[in-house]
């Protein structure tokens, strides 16, 4: 894919997980890729103490020639990449529109409020159906399950990373991506190559 | 009579912060809230239980007296003034040394020390003296701790809370050392076993202890640290009447207070007891009036009974006929504490009809109240 | 983080706008930067320190944002560019000094001072704009309204604060500092300069070159002068642009981070053609001649800012200076309720408020879809509440003041500061702390509360503070306990860390900005030198630490201090890489939601890495949460949870 063939202009794009999660690490690796396929990229992000295992979404708009502020809009994503299953229904209840492609990693969190009783968490049927009736394509990923097939929990990212390419929805490739992790990660970059190709697998198999 | 669910919030409306709490310990040691420290019940966090067992099976929460003696001694609850008995005696410990340490004739520390050597049991839940002199539970598991722990201070001990730390796995069998109003607490946990703790079916034996009032170990300790060398002080007693005194022993000798000011830390809640001699213990031991060096011990059940013909059998338990006149003074003291404690929750609740905690025959009030 | 100080002008980099602003530090040929922590200003200095050594230049974690700046001034009168940055807070922070500082001048290296706000406290106690301190100290003020006016304007603002001798302030947001975008690059500078101390008299000023503000109705007029002087440059600078129709339908003034969303709020609404916007990166003094030929263009103007109405104000002077007979258009914007005066905005908030000035539907969104959004994300999503992180001493620190306290049984009270504790406001830290307001505001209040024993006073007063905080400003807080005999104990939460704001060290972590090595600076000598009795806890021995904190309260009298100390676990695990213990719960033991349990580790512990298994009725714990620190095991009450050291 190259980088004419950027679907909408903008593209916007939400990550969106718990705070701790690594979304920001996530959304400049991909931010940076994109900016070497020549595109203007902005990142918005939440920071400080969302970090305490708060909500944290990224907000990347892609665009050929405008620059965008940091924020999406309600109802205007395009994309969701969800690190976490109630993370990405709330995202997709807020930015969410007809058009919009999900993928979601399986992996519950479990809030304080849930843990503590105060709140429930909804069954993840429920959760995979709400999010499949208001998303146009949805991808279910087990990223966290894999990763620990893989060795390590936090190769997730590199997984979901993986899928976000894999589902097409971005101008970016393998060939993309592969200088720009192995800049990331240089002490264990196969490890996180063998994660990132698994992820492309895991969506590709979905069809 | 209630069928509303209770639990903690209720036991502090109802218990705690109505002035009714003994002390007795038995609703802590079970849960991560309730916790006893200084004299004080204290509530760490909410528990959010509509109903709990801490309400339960509290002695100043509705007791239905007839339902525990029936499980007790399958007899109804008369309200006589000794309780149900087989039996009443005098005793004493046939070794010096032992009545020495002890309080008047060492029969608890005997009737525990030959339920341990006689494999009846392999642990005694009883009240020990901390170092700075507070009553604490404790849980001795040999003849020698058992003998350590001898002695009065005349203060409230939340006993019940070592049984209740014990673990619900464990199969050790028990013994307990306990005030009437604990006694009435570990009858309650009889009559509905309790859950997630301590198995009670291993409490084997109950060694009752007569009272008359406890004093606040919040109020008295201060009382004590403030007139007294605390760490110096080896035993404390209360001499019969006439003596009016509070006596405290040291090595060299024995300072006394007079009994008119201890008394204003007699906890208040001890004014609405009905329970002298321990009614719903296996064994009850006290004082014998007049007679120094003795023990007056009621026996009430088989396992009371049991324990008694083995400490006489071993040699280690002398026992003695208790004289008529003090089995009169006996009743007649008892009977002075039920009316005047009924007539206290009557005059407090203005009916005979609401005793406040106590479900008892009304036949048995109008009686005791005639 | 990226590079800052890539070689590589005319390129394209993918900055925060933090690091935009150091990178236009650079640039600029800026010599020595201080700071203290604060989000959202920490990346500044965090990234001018990475790069320190090989740019030649100097970095520096100040104890405080009062030395920051006093230290960069003192860098700028030796001619030294120089550059402090802070949150909003740190600008309160310095204002004595900068108010004064406006006065004496700021020499002739250069002095920038950065402020980054944070709508909607976020990440902060409070929400605060900072601008109007420019206006109320004479202060020349920029605000970017891009990435690479984060660059550019720094970069500028030196070469304005040198030729004027004023400081000058550059002011940015949340998401702007944050935020990543696409800056080009420019030139670095090839040396530095050399720092002297001119004392020489020169002829030709006024006063000696010595840096006093007296006479003050002199330094005063001098100030102004500054400020008319900035004004000039301001009325013809690149940073400030129109966009738009020659006479439109509304015009939008706007400036910093709302530059964007007014952007986007017009595209999205096809408008155009209709609404032009006024941006403007010089806000004070305004460029009144400016704003004044603009004003003309439309019947309507909207002003659109974060976070008080500061431009509003000052543009609504500016038209009520005009002549008589000029046309006077509508103001709309926070006075007229279109934006909230409070809050931060993003582009939905200025095309909502676009539209009802213009009386059109504001929609993004298919109707349909928003309804049944709204319906299936209702009722499936959960809140997600802030909290300590699993392993984190905090949590164990305030589960053993909330026992010690309840024991106690005076209802002691908790005074809280700045920090990841201040969470324990609420659930995470079990509600403890009862007040919180700034950095060394709990043993300041603490101190009030430790002498009212005379008016029937018993309650314990704990004051609860950060290791980082405790060098920011608890000391002369302490010093006042120990010299007027003020009753209260002082809880260091010594981690090693200035954790909440990015694990930056201070003075007790015995490392610079740089990573050099220094003397660490010990807290319990400096308690002990004022005499104060100092005992140092483990957190994690929450027996141990209970009983030290229960007797340290009954035996009351003096101030005190207990350091409760434990290295932050996100500093531990990113070092250590492993788990001390593997945790379990053991179903079989568990007795969850019944009497003697009711659920203590979820429902009041509430580590997140202990979830409850709802169908099971069991807790357990997650595995990929959990960090291994063993805490739970201590608490719960039926011994269900089982440790095993790894």
């Not at chain 3, 001098?222 to 004004?231: I, T, Y």
Request: hydrophobic residues 40%; charged residues 20%.
């Amino acid at each position: 894919m190259s980088a004419t063939a950027l679907m909408k202009d903008p593209l916007n794009l939400i990550i969106a997980g718990v705070g701790g999660q690594g979304n920001v690490r996530m959304s400049l690796v991909i931010g940076e890729a994109l900016v070497r396929e020549g595109l203007l990229v902005t990142i918005g992000e939440t920071y400080g103490a969302s970090q305490r295992g708060g909500a944290v979404m990224s907000h990347v708009r892609i665009s050929k020639e405008a620059e965008c502020s940091p924020f999406i809009s309600d109802g205007q994503a395009d994309v969701i990449l969800g690190m976490e299953p109630v993370e990405t229904l709330r995202m997709l209840g807020q930015f969410g529109n007809p058009d919009v492609v999900t993928i979601v990693n399986t992996r519950p969190i479990y809030s304080i409020d849930v843990t503590g009783g105060d709140a429930d968490y909804p069954s993840m049927d429920n959760l995979l159906e709400a999010i499949r009736q208001l998303s146009a394509r949805t991808w279910p990923v087990n990223a966290t399950a894999e990763a620990q097939g893989l060795g390590n929990p936090i190769l997730a990212n590199v997984i979901l990373i993986g899928a976000l390419v894999g589902c097409g929805a971005l101008p970016l490739d393998e060939k993309s991506l592969e200088p720009v992790l192995r800049e990331s990660f240089p002490d264990d970059f196969d490890a996180n190559m063998t994660a990132f190709n698994r992820g492309i697998e895991l969506v590709r198999q979905q069809g | 009579m209630t069928t509303k669910p209770k639990g903690y919030r209720e036991l502090l409306d109802e218990v705690i912060d109505a002035g009714l709490c003994t002390l007795c310990g038995a609703c802590v040691g079970a849960c991560p809230y309730l916790v006893a420290y200084k004299g004080r019940i204290v509530l760490l966090d909410n528990c959010n239980l509509a109903e709990g067992q801490c309400y339960l099976y509290c002695p100043r929460t509705y007791v239905d007296m007839d339902a525990i003696s029936q499980k007790t001694f399958g007899l109804p609850y008369t309200g006589d003034e000794l309780g149900t008995m087989r039996e009443v005696l005098m005793a004493r410990s046939t070794d010096a040394g032992t009545r020495e340490r002890a309080q008047y004739g060492g029969t608890v520390t005997t009737l525990l020390s030959v339920a341990l050597a006689e494999g009846l049991v392999d642990a005694a839940v009883v009240s020990k003296d901390s170092e700075d002199r507070v009553p604490v539970p404790y849980v001795a598991r040999s003849e020698e701790e058992v003998l350590d722990c001898a002695g009065s201070n005349y203060m409230a001990c939340p006993v019940l809370e070592a049984l209740n730390r014990v673990p619900r796995q464990s199969e050790e069998r028990l013994a307990l050392v306990a005030t009437p109003c604990q006694c009435l607490a570990v009858a309650k946990m009889k009559l509905n076993s309790p859950e997630n703790r301590v198995d009670i079916g291993n409490l084997k034996l109950t060694v009752g202890l007569f009272c008359t009032w406890a004093l606040s170990p919040d109020g008295f300790h201060r009382f004590l640290r403030e007139n007294l060398d605390l760490p110096q002080v080896l035993r404390f007693d209360i001499p019969p009447p006439p003596a009016e005194r509070f006596d405290a022993y040291t090595a060299s000798g024995r300072t006394s207070f007079p009994l008119k000011q201890v008394r204003q830390f007699v906890m208040s809640t001890c004014a609405l007891c009905l329970d002298m001699t321990a009614e719903f213990a296996d064994v009850s031991v006290g004082s014998v009036e007049g007679i120094e060096g003795w023990n007056t011990v009621v026996v009430r059940t088989e396992a009371g009974a049991e324990v008694m013909e083995r400490a006489r059998a071993s040699g280690k338990l002398e026992t003695a006929a208790l004289p008529s006149e003090n089995l009169a003074h006996l009743k007649e003291a008892a009977l002075l504490k039920k009316v005047r404690a009924l007539k206290q929750i009557a005059g407090r609740t203005g009916s005979r009809s609401d005793l406040l905690y106590l479900g008892l025959p009304a036949g048995v009030v109008d009686r005791l109240l005639a | 983080m990226a590079n800052i100080d890539i070689d590589a002008p005319g390129t394209r980099q993918l900055f925060i706008g933090n690091e935009a602003i150091a990178r236009g530090a650079l640039e600029a040929g800026v010599g020595f930067a201080a700071a203290y922590p604060g989000t959202p200003s920490s990346e500044i200095l965090d990234s001018l320190a990475s790069v320190a050594d090989r740019a030649g230049i100097y970095a520096q974690w100040s104890v405080n944002e009062k030395v920051a700046l006093e230290a960069a001034a003192g860098a700028s009168f030796a001619g030294i560019r120089a550059m402090a940055s802070m949150k909003q807070n740190g600008v309160n922070v310095v204002s004595d000094f900068l108010v004064n500082l406006v006065m004496t001048g700021s020499g002739t290296g250069g002095l920038v001072l950065v402020g980054c706000d944070d709508p909607s406290a976020i990440s902060s106690s409070n929400e605060q704009d900072t601008r109007p301190i420019a206006k109320w100290f004479d202060i020349p003020l920029l605000e970017p309204g891009s990435f690479q006016e984060c660059k550019d304007m720094t970069k500028w603002l030196f070469d304005l604060s040198e030729e004027l001798g004023t400081i000058c302030m550059l002011r940015s947001v949340t998401r702007i500092a944050h935020a990543r975008g696409v800056v080009k690059l420019g030139e670095l500078p090839k040396a530095q300069r050399r720092a002297f101390f001119d004392q020489v008299h020169d002829a030709r000023s006024v006063m000696p070159t010595r840096f006093m503000p007296v006479p003050s109705s002199l330094r005063h007029a001098l100030a102004h002068v500054k400020l008319q002087n900035a004004r000039e440059k301001f009325e013809s600078s690149p940073f400030n642009w129109y966009v738009g129709p020659d006479r439109a339908d509304l015009l939008i003034i706007t400036g910093g981070s709302c530059w964007l969303y007014s952007l986007e709020a017009v595209r999205a609404l096809g408008l155009e053609d209709r609404v032009g916007i006024l941006k403007l990166g010089t806000l004070w003094p305004l460029p009144e001649k400016l704003v004044e030929g603009h004003l003309g263009r439309s019947q309507r103007v909207l002003v659109v800012e974060e976070i008080d109405p500061f431009l509003e104000r000052s543009v609504m002077e500016v038209a009520a200076a005009l002549p008589p007979d000029s046309p006077r258009p509508v103001f709309y914007g926070k006075r007229s309720g279109h934006i909230n005066a409070y809050g931060e905005l993003n582009p939905d908030a200025v095309g909502k408020a676009t539209a009802a000035v213009l009386s059109l539907e504001y929609q993004t969104r298919d109707v349909e879809y928003g309804k049944k959004a709204n319906e299936l994300a209702g009722a499936n999503v959960p809140q997600r509440m802030m909290t300590f992180c699993p392993g984190c001493a905090h949590r164990a620190t305030f589960w053993a003041i909330k026992n010690a306290l309840k024991l106690d049984g005076r209802q002691g009270i908790v005074t809280g500061d700045i920090g990841c504790y201040s969470m324990a406001l609420g659930p995470a830290g079990f509600f403890q702390v009862r007040t919180m307001h700034c950095m060394g505001g709990g043993i300041g209040v603490a101190n009030g509360l430790g002498k009212l024993a005379q008016f029937g006073f018993d309650q314990p007063v704990l004051a609860v503070c950060g290791d980082s905080t405790f060098f920011h400003a608890a000391i002369p807080a302490l010093i006042n306990g120990v010299y007027n005999e003020a009753n209260f104990i002082l809880v260091v939460l010594d981690n090693s860390a200035t954790a909440m704001t990015g694990f930056q060290p201070h003075p007790g972590t015995g490392v610079t900005a740089t990573g050099q090595e220094t003397g660490a600076v010990s807290i319990e000598a400096i308690c002990r030198a004022l005499g104060v009795d100092v005992a140092v806890c483990d957190p994690f021995d929450l027996a141990g630490t209970t009983s030290t904190v229960l007797e340290m309260m009954a035996d009351g009298g003096r101030a005190r201090v207990v350091i409760m100390r434990r290295e932050c676990e996100l500093v531990r695990s990113h070092r250590e890489k492993t788990k001390p213990y593997t945790v379990r719960v053991d179903p079989d033991i568990c007795v969850g939601e019944t009497c003697g349990c009711a659920r203590l580790c979820t429902r009041v512990f509430r580590c997140p890495g202990l979830i409850w298994d709802e169908e099971a009725g069991k807790a357990r714990i997650d595995e990929v949460i959990c960090t291994g620190c063993g805490v739970c095991a201590d608490i719960c009450p039926q011994g269900a949870i089982t440790k095993e050291a790894t």
